[in-house]
């Protein structure tokens, strides 16, 4: 099987209402006790990072009414809200998947939680799944 462009599972969004709830329950699931917690302002979102290996599990409510995650959440309710692959180059996979015919959310890359850059993919091109590219500072 070929393992294509090095992407690897980065960490996967959940959408929660009710973060504090939430963390509690996921905690107990991971037995891990004080998740990491940061406030991306310029997003919106209240994020909770619980790390299993090399994969985040990240709870994310909204801190203002209009956010794209409270729009999800108006919208979609609690669930799954995204899953993020973390790349190499993010510039040039843009690039590279613009040029292949997929939907960009985002054409530039912006700032992201945990100091990463950030671009989502249309889940119109993935089935239904928001897809975000991440790559570390
Ligand atoms: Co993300």
Redesign the pocket.
Known sequence: MQTGRGFKVS?I?IAVDDIAGAVERYSALFGIASPHREVVEEQGVDVASFRLEDVLV?LTASTRDGSPIDRFLQKRGEGIH?V?FEVEDIVSELARLREAGIRLIDEVPRD??HGMK?AFLHPGSFNGVLV?L?QNP
Do not use: K, L, S, V
């Open positions: 960490h969004g990240e995204h993020a992201g939680a950030i975000e991440c």
